[in-house]
């Protein structure tokens, strides 16, 4: 009743519930024939995707489905089994906590008392190794009909535990239909055949795919695209009449590219938080967008302070560091594939940051350090008719990176990409008191695109485009220039703008600050284009 008198909201937290939140509908958002053949046929596949990406929302919503009785005669179990993971390898209680949870959905999901307390009564950490296959082989006989499972969060469980559970299911697999569940759907953040699992039990690491190799199909819930963000968007005009103008609605999905959390999170912050649930009398703008994202990554909400966590995993920082600094990048295909599972990338080639959000968080948590010990402060920077004064700010970053630089550089983690990092963390303290920053990464360019936003104080935008080259040994300074002169002005011609900047960072050996701190005009295809050189 509560939840009716204030209305729907944007889920940030928790399976999406359609009387509560806006929401696509779940078995939407993937390719529902396929999913009900793979189940029809028996087979044991995964689903995976990144966190609150919406995993649990439609495993849920299948479950209903399948035990509605319209696509067959099935009934369906969801076990979730993070309540395993404080287990560690001790695989008797994972077994015993595993088992209460199937316990729970015997009595509450499928109306089997009699089953749930048969389990109950089973003492799972006595024999831990069959325990499992025991209790889903009492739950297959007991069912109905043929027995489908989901077992949610799989990857939080480790170590022995994790291969215990699936090798278990590989053992049952064998006798599914009539004394094994049918069909089971494993889904976590990550596809099984990049577990890489280190248990006490076994000499050498496990892979994933060699202790279920039952698998026969990895399915992966994608995010949003661009017009169910905007059908997301719109549902809640619909109920409270607040309307997305044309570029609040472009902002959302060019900001989010679509990911599920940080466009309800984006939304709910615009909608609901401050005085935005009582004025609703004009439509919200990209403006508005920009000041949510700001929010959101100031306060660093559990999604984005969990992103950020992941950044100090070595295999994370592979792939992450050659990004930032626009260099080409040594990892194999495990790591690609592992901080694409994550999220932190996009699934397309050439690789990129998944979408601009994470592309501003990356640079913030990896400087955090350095920006909060910086003295700088906007007002120095900002003329009298309140336009940014650039020339006056990298003329000053100039000075900050001799002095600075080789101290910090040697202390962080991302040493590659450590010159644009300290760029980034300058701007970053002056423009985004009143501005913005927006960045692009692309790897193997040797390039990293950076556009400064700033009010012209009549209610538009005034645009800097600043672009970062590396020298490094063996190539020619001026040659590291013409390119970056080149790639300065199609990001201009991008952005709308006529002011560029381009910050060459000499990395060779035996330079002097002298040689290397330098600032001039240069002329490129009709265009003027400051280079400074640190």
């Not at 209790?135 to 297959?140: C, D, F, G, I, T």
């Not at 026969?216 to 169910?228: K, M, T, Y």
């Not at 040697?410 to 010159?419: I, S």
């Given at each position: 009743m509560f939840a009716q008198v204030l209305g729907r909201d944007f889920n940030t937290?928790?399976?999406?519930?359609?009387?509560?939140?806006y929401c696509i509908p779940p078995l939407e958002r993937f390719d529902l024939d396929e999913v009900l053949a793979l189940i029809a046929r028996g087979r044991y596949f995964v689903l995976h995707a990144p966190r609150q990406t919406?995993?649990?929302?439609?495993?849920?919503?299948?479950?209903?489905?399948?035990?509605?009785?319209?696509?067959?005669?099935?009934?369906?179990?969801?076990?979730?089994?993070?309540?395993?993971?404080?287990?560690r390898e001790d695989v008797g209680r994972a077994m015993g906590a595993i088992a209460v949870q199937i316990a729970g959905e015997a009595e509450d999901g499928l109306g089997d008392m009699a089953t749930a307390e048969s389990i109950l009564r089973f003492?799972?950490?006595?024999?831990?190794?069959?325990?499992?296959?025991?209790?889903?082989?009492?739950?297959?006989?007991?069912?109905?009909?043929?027995?489908?499972?989901?077992?949610?969060?799989?990857?939080?469980?480790?170590?022995?535990?994790?291969?215990?559970v699936l090798r278990q299911l590989r053992t049952g697999y064998a006798h599914r239909g009539a004394s094994f569940p049918l069909s089971v759907i494993l889904c976590g953040v990550r596809?099984?055949?990049?577990?890489?699992?280190?248990?006490?039990?076994?000499?050498?690491?496990?892979?994933?795919?060699?202790?279920?190799?039952?698998?026969?199909?990895?399915?992966?819930?994608?995010?949003?695209?661009?017009?169910?963000?905007?059908?997301?968007?719109?549902?809640?005009?619909?109920?409270?009449?607040?309307?997305?103008?044309?570029?609040?609605?472009?902002?959302?999905?060019?900001?989010?590219?679509?990911?599920?959390?940080?466009?309800?999170?984006?939304?709910?912050?615009?909608?609901?938080?401050?005085?935005?649930?009582?004025?609703?009398d004009r439509p919200l703008t990209a403006r508005d967008v920009f000041g949510a994202r700001e929010a959101l990554i100031q306060r660093r909400d559990t999604h984005l302070d969990q992103l950020a966590d992941k950044l100090r995993e070595e295999r994370v920082r592979r792939v992450i560091e050659p990004l930032l600094s626009g260099g080409e990048g040594e990892y194999g295909d495990a790591d690609r594939d592992y901080v694409r599972d994550l999220g932190l990338v996009g699934p397309d080639t050439p690789l990129r940051v998944a979408n601009p959000i994470y592309g501003e968080v990356l640079p913030r948590e990896l400087t955090w350090l350095l920006q909060d010990r910086m003295v700088q402060q906007t007002a120095w920077y900002v003329g009298t008719d309140g336009s940014l004064e650039v020339d006056k700010l990298l003329g000053a970053f100039q000075d900050f990176f001799r002095q600075n630089s080789e101290h910090w550089i040697?202390?962080?983690?991302?040493?590659?990409?450590?010159?644009q990092l300290v760029l980034q963390a300058f701007l970053h303290r002056v423009v985004n008191a009143t501005g913005r920053i927006e960045r692009e990464y692309a790897l193997g360019s040797r390039r990293v695109d950076l556009l400064i936003v700033w009010p012209d104080g009549?209610?538009?935008?005034?645009?800097?485009?600043?672009?970062?080259?590396?020298?490094?040994?063996?190539?020619?300074?001026?040659?590291?220039?013409?390119?970056?002169?080149?790639?300065?002005?199609?990001?201009?011609?991008?952005?709308?703008?006529?002011?560029?900047?381009?910050?060459?960072?000499?990395?060779?050996?035996?330079?002097?600050?002298?040689e290397k701190v330098t600032r001039e005009e240069r002329r490129w295809e009709g265009r003027t284009i400051v280079v400074w050189g640190a």
């Open positions: 937290a928790g399976p999406v519930r359609a009387d509560e939140n919406g995993k649990t929302s439609t495993l849920l919503a299948l479950r209903n489905l399948l035990n509605g009785g319209s696509v067959g005669d099935y009934r369906c179990a969801y076990i979730n089994v993070e309540s395993g993971q404080t287990a003492d799972a950490t006595r024999v831990p190794d069959t325990a499992l296959w025991s209790v889903l082989r009492r739950l297959a006989r007991a069912a109905s009909a043929p027995l489908v499972l989901f077992i949610d969060e799989i990857d939080a469980l480790v170590g022995d535990t994790l291969v215990s596809d099984v055949r990049n577990y890489r699992i280190r248990a006490s039990s076994e000499r050498d690491v496990i892979a994933g795919g060699s202790a279920f190799n039952v698998k026969v199909r990895s399915l992966r819930l994608g995010d949003f695209i661009e017009s169910e963000v905007h059908a997301l968007l719109i549902q809640h005009t619909a109920d409270t009449g607040q309307e997305f103008a044309p570029d609040a609605l472009r902002a959302v999905w060019e900001q989010t590219r679509g990911q599920p959390w940080l466009v309800n999170a984006l939304a709910k912050e615009m909608c609901f938080r401050r005085e935005r649930v009582w004025l609703r040697q202390r962080a983690q991302y040493t590659e990409a450590g010159p009549g209610g538009g935008e005034r645009r800097y485009v600043v672009e970062c080259k590396l020298v490094r040994e063996g190539r020619s300074r001026e040659r590291t220039i013409a390119e970056g002169l080149r790639q300065t002005v199609r990001y201009m011609d991008i952005s709308g703008t006529d002011a560029g900047h381009l910050v060459v960072f000499d990395m060779r050996d035996g330079r002097s600050w002298e």
